[in-house]
């Protein structure tokens, strides 16, 4: 077999001498040929150097080089795209997913299952961030349309077949565990105890998660647009029975309070609720709009390599065509 690993980076300067001796560690210990594609999404620090450092010990890596920050589904992408192995393994350099883990998963590849999940058990962060992201884990598990293993996050392996499905999806608004799931095939999991970050402070801001979120949720869920739906029917018949309820006491001249109170509460409370649907609405134009453009998920400036039998790196540049 080949194994591929796709590893989106974004100035993990710090964490790649160490992700290098421990997943080279594991690479080892399982015996198989592989490829590793290091897909570099706009660093400033010296990540780019210390990759190409990595590829002048090691022909088996690669480095692919970004236009500018596309985000960590679109660097993934590129990633998948560059593959050429059996079976591909995503993960993080910020070892939170030890690599030791590959193995299991390969094993449950070898037993014949097409995506296998790693599974987190418990979780490090700590604060704000943590309450974000279990929020958005219980929030996605009401709101999808279908079962998705939220908690595996990217960490994972797919088969080449899943993966050649996955790369064939045009969307631009990319939620890879959704994608994944929703490709089906023979799924199982493994669980791993989530590490701390190696070095170095997360490079997903609040907001970035959030909006990683939001991605998901309107990805993948209609419920939504039903839920306006069904808020408006049920704001429609209290606001209908109200109205009787009004008419009759004008008609039989009880409690008549004259005023606008009612109807003031009634219009600021039926206006929220149409900017409240409106907005819901919105957030699916925008990525209607988002797929019709039809720009490219991300742009690579240059690709470094190295075969074995050769000293210098083999970097190609994109600079003056498209991406191959």
């Not at 392996?157 to 490709?183: A, C, K, T």
């Not at 997903?204 to 647009?225: C, E, H, M, N, V």
């Not at 109807?263 to 929220?272: D, E, K, M, R, T």
Request: one cysteine or more; proline letters at 5%.
């Amino acid at each position: 077999m080949k194994l591929s690993i796709v590893i989106p980076i974004l100035n993990e300067e710090d964490n790649l001498p160490i992700l290098r001796e421990r997943l080279e560690k594991v690479m080892l210990d399982g015996q198989f040929d592989y490829e590793i594609i290091i897909v570099d999404d706009g660093s400033i620090d010296q990540s780019p150097q210390l990759t190409c450092a990595w590829i002048q010990d090691n022909p088996k890596v690669t480095l692919l080089q970004l236009s500018r920050n596309f985000g960590h589904q679109p660097a993934i992408t590129a990633g998948l795209k560059e593959t050429t192995g059996d079976a591909v393994v995503i993960m993080d350099a910020d070892l939170q997913d030890p690599p030791q883990v590959i193995l299991e998963m390969v094993q449950k590849w070898r037993e014949g299952y097409r995506v296998v999940l790693a599974e987190r058990l418990s979780r490090k962060e700590i604060g704000l961030r943590r309450l974000v992201i279990e929020g958005f884990y219980k929030f996605f598990e009401f709101i999808s349309d279908f079962p998705v293993k939220i908690k595996s996050g990217v960490f994972g392996l797919m088969d080449r077949v899943v993966v050649d499905h996955l790369l064939s999806f045009p969307e631009q608004n990319r939620f890879i565990p959704g994608l994944r799931s929703w490709i089906g095939f023979s799924t199982t999991s493994v669980h791993y105890m989530r590490e701390a970050r190696a070095k170095g402070a997360p490079k997903q801001s609040i907001r970035r998660l959030i909006k990683y979120g939001i991605d998901a949720t309107f990805s993948f869920s209609y419920k939504p647009l039903r839920m306006s739906f069904f808020m408006g029917l049920f704001i429609s018949a209290i606001c209908f029975i109200y109205g009787i309820i009004l008419l009759v006491k004008r008609l039989l001249n009880i409690d008549v309070v004259p005023g606008f109170t009612t109807i003031a509460i009634a219009v600021l409370f039926l206006s929220g609720v149409l900017l409240i649907s409106n907005g819901i609405i919105g957030e699916y134009l925008a990525r209607i709009y988002d797929e019709v453009k039809k720009r490219p998920l991300y742009i690579v400036a240059r690709k470094m390599s190295r075969k074995e039998n050769q000293k210098e790196l083999n970097i190609q540049e994109y600079s003056s065509r498209l991406n191959p």
